[in-house]
């Protein structure tokens, strides 16, 4: 298929190719990927003269294709083929001349498996070779000519387009990336030759476009502060530095900024501001790959006429927003730098004070000559940072003027800047050290704050927020900012384009941090100001605004609850809160009905719950429990989607309020009035009232906090009469749902079943909190349990009914595993088995009557708490039972996988593993032999152990980790097992299932581990666990067992870092077998591996810096 350009009727291989892509044509995407990656050869075109086809030759028939468009008059459609042929040529260039070779050489190679007679001719591979270099080189003298050609960095001006598809400027600056990296991947010879022999001259005589030098400048640094550039890079940049920066980043700055804007445009960008840009991006790159600060950057340019930093506060004048953005990135980056050259410093003036008199005369005149270079920077810093701060506080006046024309860009670039110079100058702030005065600076970050864009406001709040606590002052100003700005803006209430969220967002995230700096700063005036705003909005006539304004106020009070709460004396605290809380009882029903006031007067409530029974009468403390209970009652259904903003709703929150006042203080609870109230709440959703199922646990929790404070002669009385309305109701929802599943009607079954589980979590609730609340006085757990056991007998009825009749639905089995796990805390001798074989008996009814694997996983966690719980006890009995369980959850996902055509050894690991690893811990002799009937010994270990390989692959970090865990325990449970021990019939069943678990361990497991983690392919979270787990393989083995593994993973095709790297590799897995080997280190070197696979260069990591690198790191002769 072919695709059309305008006024064309076909198109030429080439730009059809890209065009494809351009279209995510997944074939035209695959062939560009292909094409760049490696070479074909093409014996038949021409018999006897074979030719290679790669990316130089793709390249050079799309620039001819282009160029002839273009001369046809199509350029206007070709942007985008330029922009994407660019991309991929540059990541192409990063490959090396050498990887280029090795490439050609196997395109021969492979091709004389099909072409015998190539083999006779021992000149071809080189001729080839030669060849692709040459036309390599061709097409970078083409770029060149395209990139330092003047006529491509001009626009059409009647039309403001540019006047070829190479004028483009992203593409353009793509070819300028290009040359950079292919000098780069040549060597350090090439990167100073471009540099010294053609920019620099070029610049001097103002022959090359300065946006073409200043964007190979940039990229130079950029790609050599890679992991694949050459060694020797390093030390070129460093040679090179002072020239690039005073001949050509400077002078092509300073002019930039002086066309940038002149005769004052306030217009779009233009080339100047593209120049100034990319200068001021290349200075800052060059900064970072040199670690040059300011100071050194100023040392280099007094040699000039450039006041290099007086330049750089001339660019925060720039009409363009990227100029800004990349001076702001410099001043960072500059000052940044500088700091820790400061650290440096520091530590040095420590060493020298410490080790006089403890090291020889020479020592301490080299340490003595180090802090003396580093001196010079505590000098110089803090008078540049003082010019950095009065340089961008006269921005403020400009920030007013740009706010006024609604150039939210440039502001938020400002503001960006202030906060970079006020973070670093901070320290001398708080010294008085600073020469001058901050409040200019000050002021734009107030501006900043004031700004009604939450991002503009929100990069001056993290800025101030970093220098609030320290001064009181400046916590008092700012207070009232972030208050104003608390109040949720009216017009985004009913607005669904994403606004509200943004907004809840950066209050959630920004404000709140900002609020608790003030709040650090200025404690008492934070509090009174905070108590007199909820007064004033209590007391005030109900307005559509009031209800914002007073959720605002609680908001803030909310935002430093955690600090507050710490304070060692809480008179003042206790005082303000019983002000606050009296205000919330006396104000308008109206206003504390809103569902916003609801939600944040709750989570008030929730925060300071713990500080209330401190206040000096328990006023505060009803007024407050009032307020929870009154919560579920409220009616919230005319507020629509007010009843529910951001991750919290009102009932939530009235739950969460309420159990921190049950938990905090259950005696006040006790009377009949308080009791019937939380009857009545807990009976709530039995009376029609909607109230989700995590409220309701939220809620339990509190009101076994209650019941626990009974004398426990009351506890079963209060615990069934607790569990009775859900029992009930599980009667009769159970009902419900069956006579529907007869009827087959499936789904509308699925709200019963959801109601179903609701109530069964509800009872594991009741169990859990029961058994985990805590009291003042001392309690006998077995009291615990016996008030319990009654509720269990009560439900166990209508639980097995439903684990009969539901157990293939995975939202029920989700729900009595959850309750069967959480019941295991009433078993703790073997005086209890009568009830662990009850819940035992369930589990297996349920496992057997689920029918997919997603419906068996919720109850293996009841396996795995089982053999947790009792796997080390010595019974018969209980390994019995757990043998039933594994069993039966092994048969059951077998079963599933046939249903489901899933690979079943891999739906066994993804599913089991967590529960084997438990077995692997505590029973280890019942793991190894488990199997069914008539099956091998072992069975059950031997699934597990073929899929291992498959299951560390997978695309699931989750999986990963679990199988890595049990793997590693599976080793420490074969280290732990003592055949000498055992009976001639154990070891019979044993030991063939031990030498296959450690033959898997030493080939496919091995090869998996070490390619998945070496060639950096697993998640990074993984490298550690992987290397520990490798290292465990490695350490009863001998070398000739896992040799062949070690090499195979290493021999892959997904391995690119040399040959270098793999001797080194090699030989420090023999040292961890032959001695030991110290973990750390040698989780380092796999994780440097890792590191270095992470990049998109093809072929540029073997033998660059970064493997020179590794290589001296952890050669064993170093």
Same mark, same amino acid.
């Given at each position: 298929?072919?695709?059309?350009?305008?006024?064309?009727?076909?198109?030429?291989?080439?730009?059809?190719?890209?065009?494809?892509?351009?279209?995510?044509?997944?074939?035209?995407?695959?062939?560009?990927?292909?094409?760049?990656?490696?070479?074909?050869?093409?014996?038949?075109?021409?018999?006897?003269?074979?030719?290679?086809?790669?990316?130089?030759?793709?390249?050079?028939?799309?620039?001819?294709?282009?160029?002839?468009?273009?001369?046809?008059?199509?350029?206007?459609?070709?942007?985008?083929?330029?922009?994407?042929?660019?991309?991929?040529?540059?990541?192409?260039?990063?490959?090396?001349?050498?990887?280029?070779?090795?490439?050609?050489?196997?395109?021969?190679?492979?091709?004389?498996?099909?072409?015998?007679?190539?083999?006779?001719?021992?000149?071809?591979?080189?001729?080839?070779?030669?060849?692709?270099?040459?036309?390599?080189?061709?097409?970078?003298?083409?770029?060149?000519?395209?990139?330092?050609?003047?006529?491509?960095?001009?626009?059409?001006?009647?039309?403001?387009?540019?006047?070829?598809?190479?004028?483009?400027?992203?593409?353009?600056?793509?070819?300028?990336?290009?040359?950079?990296?292919?000098?780069?991947?040549?060597?350090?010879?090439?990167?100073?030759?471009?540099?010294?022999?053609?920019?620099?001259?070029?610049?001097?005589?103002?022959?090359?476009?300065?946006?073409?030098?200043?964007?190979?400048?940039?990229?130079?640094?950029?790609?050599?502060?890679?992991?694949?550039?050459?060694?020797?890079?390093?030390?070129?940049?460093?040679?090179?530095?002072?020239?690039?920066?005073?001949?050509?980043?400077?002078?092509?700055?300073?002019?930039?900024?002086?066309?940038?804007?002149?005769?004052?445009?306030?217009?779009?960008?233009?080339?100047?501001?593209?120049?100034?840009?990319?200068?001021?991006?290349?200075?800052?790159?060059?900064?970072?790959?040199?670690?040059?600060?300011?100071?050194?950057?100023?040392?280099?340019?007094?040699?000039?006429?450039?006041?290099?930093?007086?330049?750089?506060?001339?660019?925060?004048?720039?009409?363009?927003?990227?100029?800004?953005?990349?001076?702001?990135?410099?001043?960072?980056?500059?000052?940044?730098?500088?700091?820790?050259?400061?650290?440096?410093?520091?530590?040095?003036?420590?060493?020298?004070?410490?080790?006089?008199?403890?090291?020889?005369?020479?020592?301490?005149?080299?340490?003595?000559?180090?802090?003396?270079?580093?001196?010079?920077?505590?000098?110089?810093?803090?008078?540049?940072?003082?010019?950095?701060?009065?340089?961008?506080?006269?921005?403020?006046?400009?920030?007013?003027?740009?706010?006024?024309?609604?150039?939210?860009?440039?502001?938020?670039?400002?503001?960006?800047?202030?906060?970079?110079?006020?973070?670093?100058?901070?320290?001398?702030?708080?010294?008085?050290?600073?020469?001058?005065?901050?409040?200019?600076?000050?002021?734009?970050?107030?501006?900043?704050?004031?700004?009604?864009?939450?991002?503009?406001?929100?990069?001056?709040?993290?800025?101030?927020?970093?220098?609030?606590?320290?001064?009181?002052?400046?916590?008092?100003?700012?207070?009232?900012?972030?208050?104003?700005?608390?109040?949720?803006?009216?017009?985004?209430?009913?607005?669904?384009?994403?606004?509200?969220?943004?907004?809840?967002?950066?209050?959630?995230?920004?404000?709140?941090?900002?609020?608790?700096?003030?709040?650090?700063?200025?404690?008492?005036?934070?509090?009174?100001?905070?108590?007199?705003?909820?007064?004033?909005?209590?007391?005030?006539?109900?307005?559509?605004?009031?209800?914002?304004?007073?959720?605002?106020?609680?908001?803030?009070?909310?935002?430093?609850?955690?600090?507050?709460?710490?304070?060692?004396?809480?008179?003042?605290?206790?005082?303000?809160?019983?002000?606050?809380?009296?205000?919330?009882?006396?104000?308008?029903?109206?206003?504390?009905?809103?569902?916003?006031?609801?939600?944040?007067?709750?989570?008030?409530?929730?925060?300071?719950?713990?500080?209330?029974?401190?206040?000096?009468?328990?006023?505060?403390?009803?007024?407050?429990?009032?307020?929870?209970?009154?919560?579920?009652?409220?009616?919230?259904?005319?507020?629509?989607?007010?009843?529910?903003?951001?991750?919290?709703?009102?009932?939530?929150?009235?739950?969460?309020?309420?159990?921190?006042?049950?938990?905090?203080?259950?005696?006040?609870?006790?009377?009949?009035?308080?009791?019937?109230?939380?009857?009545?709440?807990?009976?709530?959703?039995?009376?029609?009232?909607?109230?989700?199922?995590?409220?309701?646990?939220?809620?339990?929790?509190?009101?076994?906090?209650?019941?626990?404070?009974?004398?426990?002669?009351?506890?079963?009385?209060?615990?069934?009469?607790?569990?009775?309305?859900?029992?009930?109701?599980?009667?009769?929802?159970?009902?419900?749902?069956?006579?529907?599943?007869?009827?087959?009607?499936?789904?509308?079954?699925?709200?019963?079943?959801?109601?179903?589980?609701?109530?069964?979590?509800?009872?594991?609730?009741?169990?859990?909190?029961?058994?985990?609340?805590?009291?003042?006085?001392?309690?006998?757990?077995?009291?615990?349990?016996?008030?319990?056991?009654?509720?269990?007998?009560?439900?166990?009825?209508?639980?097995?009914?439903?684990?009969?009749?539901?157990?293939?639905?995975?939202?029920?089995?989700?729900?009595?595993?959850?309750?069967?796990?959480?019941?295991?805390?009433?078993?703790?001798?073997?005086?209890?088995?009568?009830?662990?074989?009850?819940?035992?008996?369930?589990?297996?009814?349920?496992?057997?009557?689920?029918?997919?694997?997603?419906?068996?996983?919720?109850?293996?966690?009841?396996?795995?708490?089982?053999?947790?719980?009792?796997?080390?006890?010595?019974?018969?009995?209980?390994?019995?039972?757990?043998?039933?369980?594994?069993?039966?959850?092994?048969?059951?996902?077998?079963?599933?996988?046939?249903?489901?055509?899933?690979?079943?050894?891999?739906?066994?690991?993804?599913?089991?593993?967590?529960?084997?690893?438990?077995?692997?811990?505590?029973?280890?002799?019942?793991?190894?032999?488990?199997?069914?009937?008539?099956?091998?010994?072992?069975?059950?270990?031997?699934?597990?152990?073929?899929?291992?390989?498959?299951?560390?692959?997978?695309?699931?970090?989750?999986?990963?980790?679990?199988?890595?865990?049990?793997?590693?325990?599976?080793?420490?449970?074969?280290?732990?097992?003592?055949?000498?021990?055992?009976?001639?019939?154990?070891?019979?069943?044993?030991?063939?299932?031990?030498?296959?678990?450690?033959?898997?361990?030493?080939?496919?497991?091995?090869?998996?581990?070490?390619?998945?983690?070496?060639?950096?392919?697993?998640?990074?979270?993984?490298?550690?666990?992987?290397?520990?787990?490798?290292?465990?393989?490695?350490?009863?083995?001998?070398?000739?067992?896992?040799? /062949? #593994?070690?090499? *195979?993973?290493?021999? =892959?095709?997904?391995?690119?870092?040399?040959?270098?790297?793999? &001797?080194? @590799? +090699? %030989?420090?897995?023999?040292?961890?077998?032959?001695?030991?080997?110290? /973990? #750390?280190?040698? *989780?380092?070197?796999? =994780?440097?591996?890792?590191?270095?696979?992470?990049?998109?260069? &093809?072929? @540029? +990591? %073997?033998?660059?810096?970064?493997?020179?690198?590794?290589?001296?790191?952890? #050669?064993?002769?170093?």
């Amino acid at each position: 298929m072919r695709y059309c350009l305008v006024g064309r009727v076909d198109m030429s291989h080439a730009v059809n190719a890209l065009d494809h892509a351009l279209r995510a044509d997944p074939q035209g995407l695959a062939f560009l990927e292909q094409t760049a990656s490696l070479y074909v050869l093409d014996a038949a075109s021409t018999p006897g003269h074979p030719t290679t086809y790669g990316w130089w030759n793709f390249l050079n028939d799309a620039l001819n294709e282009v160029e002839r468009y273009e001369s046809e008059g199509a350029a206007s459609n070709l942007e985008g083929h330029v922009r994407l042929l660019a991309t991929i040529t540059r990541r192409v260039a990063r490959r090396p001349p050498s990887s280029d070779r090795r490439l050609v050489k196997i395109c021969f190679a492979n091709a004389s498996m099909t072409h015998m007679n190539l083999m006779a001719n021992a000149q071809l591979s080189q001729s080839l070779v030669g060849s692709n270099a040459e036309l390599r080189e061709r097409n970078m003298g083409r770029i060149a000519a395209i990139v330092f050609d003047w006529s491509f960095h001009r626009t059409n001006s009647s039309a403001g387009h540019p006047t070829s598809a190479f004028s483009d400027p992203v593409a353009m600056e793509q070819f300028c990336g290009v040359l950079a990296c292919n000098a780069v991947s040549s060597g350090p010879t090439a990167v100073r030759h471009l540099v010294t022999d053609w920019i620099v001259p070029g610049v001097d005589s103002q022959q090359l476009p300065p946006q073409a030098v200043v964007a190979i400048i940039l990229h130079i640094s950029v790609e050599a502060r890679g992991k694949g550039c050459p060694a020797g890079t390093k030390d070129v940049i460093s040679s090179l530095l002072p020239s690039v920066c005073k001949s050509i980043i400077g002078p092509i700055l300073l002019e930039s900024l002086r066309e940038g804007d002149e005769g004052g445009s306030s217009g779009g960008e233009n080339i100047n501001h593209r120049i100034a840009a990319i200068s001021l991006r290349s200075l800052e790159s060059w900064c970072r790959a040199n670690e040059i600060g300011a100071v050194k950057l100023h040392k280099i340019f007094n040699s000039t006429n450039i006041n290099i930093l007086v330049t750089i506060a001339d660019a925060l004048y720039s009409n363009s927003e990227a100029v800004i953005d990349a001076v702001s990135e410099l001043i960072d980056t500059l000052l940044q730098l500088d700091e820790r050259e400061a650290s440096i410093s520091q530590g040095l003036s420590i060493a020298q004070s410490l080790m006089n008199g403890v090291m020889s005369d020479t020592g301490l005149n080299s340490l003595d000559l180090a802090r003396q270079i580093t001196g010079e920077n505590d000098t110089a810093r803090p008078r540049i940072l003082s010019e950095f701060v009065s340089a961008v506080g006269l921005q403020r006046f400009r920030f007013s003027e740009r706010q006024t024309k609604g150039d939210v860009s440039v502001c938020r670039c400002l503001a960006r800047t202030a906060a970079v110079v006020l973070t670093h100058a901070q320290d001398l702030i708080k010294k008085g050290t600073l020469e001058g005065s901050p409040d200019g600076l000050l002021d734009l970050l107030f501006k900043a704050v004031a700004h009604p864009s939450v991002y503009v406001c929100g990069i001056a709040v993290e800025a101030l927020t970093n220098v609030a606590p320290s001064s009181a002052e400046l916590s008092t100003k700012l207070l009232p900012f972030l208050q104003g700005k608390a109040i949720i803006p009216f017009h985004l209430i009913e607005n669904d384009d994403g606004g509200l969220e943004e907004y809840i967002n950066f209050r959630e995230r920004v404000l709140a941090d900002g609020l608790a700096g003030c709040y650090a700063g200025c404690n008492a005036f934070f509090l009174q100001s905070c108590s007199s705003a909820i007064e004033e909005f209590c007391q005030a006539s109900p307005t559509s605004h009031l209800p914002y304004q007073l959720e605002a106020a609680l908001f803030c009070m909310v935002a430093v609850a955690e600090k507050a709460v710490k304070t060692t004396d809480k008179g003042d605290l206790c005082t303000q809160l019983q002000r606050m809380i009296s205000a919330l009882a006396k104000s308008h029903s109206t206003t504390t009905s809103h569902p916003l006031v609801t939600m944040k007067a709750c989570r008030f409530v929730n925060k300071y719950a713990r500080v209330l029974p401190l206040c000096e009468t328990n006023t505060a403390f009803e007024i407050a429990s009032e307020l929870a209970i009154n919560a579920f009652n409220q009616d919230l259904s005319s507020f629509g989607s007010l009843q529910s903003i951001g991750d919290s709703s009102p009932l939530s929150e009235a739950a969460n309020a309420l159990k921190q006042l049950l938990c905090s203080s259950p005696a006040l609870f006790s009377s009949p009035a308080a009791l019937s109230a939380l009857e009545n709440a807990w009976k709530a959703p039995y009376d029609s009232k909607r109230i989700d199922v995590e409220e309701r646990e939220i809620l339990c929790s509190g009101l076994c906090a209650v019941l626990i404070s009974f004398p426990p002669d009351q506890w079963t009385a209060s615990v069934d009469n607790l569990a009775r309305p859900v029992i009930a109701c599980l009667n009769i929802v159970s009902k419900e749902a069956e006579q529907i599943m007869g009827k087959g009607n499936d789904e509308s079954v699925g709200p019963i079943l959801i109601r179903l589980s609701n109530e069964i979590r509800l009872l594991a609730a009741i169990v859990h909190n029961f058994m985990k609340s805590k009291t003042d006085k001392p309690i006998d757990d077995r009291d615990r349990r016996k008030a319990l056991i009654p509720l269990l007998h009560s439900s166990w009825p209508v639980l097995t009914h439903i684990g009969d009749k539901c157990a293939s639905h995975t939202v029920v089995t989700s729900s009595i595993g959850k309750l069967l796990t959480e019941s295991l805390l009433l078993v703790e001798s073997e005086e209890e088995l009568p009830l662990l074989n009850e819940l035992v008996v369930l589990a297996k009814t349920v496992i057997t009557k689920s029918t997919s694997s997603s419906s068996v996983a919720p109850m293996l966690t009841f396996v795995e708490q089982v053999v947790d719980q009792h796997g080390t006890k010595r019974n018969d009995a209980i390994h019995n039972m757990i043998k039933d369980l594994i069993l039966v959850s092994y048969e059951a996902i077998l079963s599933s996988g046939k249903a489901e055509g899933s690979e079943h050894s891999q739906l066994i690991a993804a599913t089991m593993f967590r529960t084997l690893s438990s077995c692997a811990k505590r029973c280890p002799l019942l793991l190894l032999t488990i199997a069914r009937d008539g099956k091998e010994s072992g069975e059950v270990i031997h699934c597990c152990m073929e899929a291992s390989p498959q299951t560390l692959k997978s695309n699931e970090p989750d999986a990963i980790v679990i199988t890595i865990r049990f793997l590693a325990m599976l080793i420490s449970a074969l280290k732990s097992i003592s055949l000498e021990s055992l009976d001639d019939g154990q070891k019979q069943l044993l030991v063939p299932v031990i030498d296959y678990i450690n033959r898997s361990f030493r080939a496919e497991i091995l090869i998996s581990l070490v390619t998945l983690s070496c060639c950096g392919i697993l998640p990074l979270d993984a490298v550690t666990d992987f290397a520990s787990l490798i290292q465990q393989i490695l350490s009863p083995s001998q070398w000739q067992d896992v040799e /062949a #593994s070690i090499s *195979a993973a290493f021999c =892959t095709n997904q391995f690119l870092l040399g040959d270098e790297v793999k &001797t080194v @590799a +090699i %030989a420090t897995f023999k040292r961890c077998i032959e001695s030991k080997y110290p /973990a #750390s280190t040698f *989780a380092d070197m796999i =994780t440097d591996m890792w590191n270095m696979h992470q990049t998109d260069d &093809t072929g @540029a +990591i %073997a033998g660059g810096e970064a493997v020179l690198q590794f290589v001296k790191k952890f #050669s064993k002769d170093r």
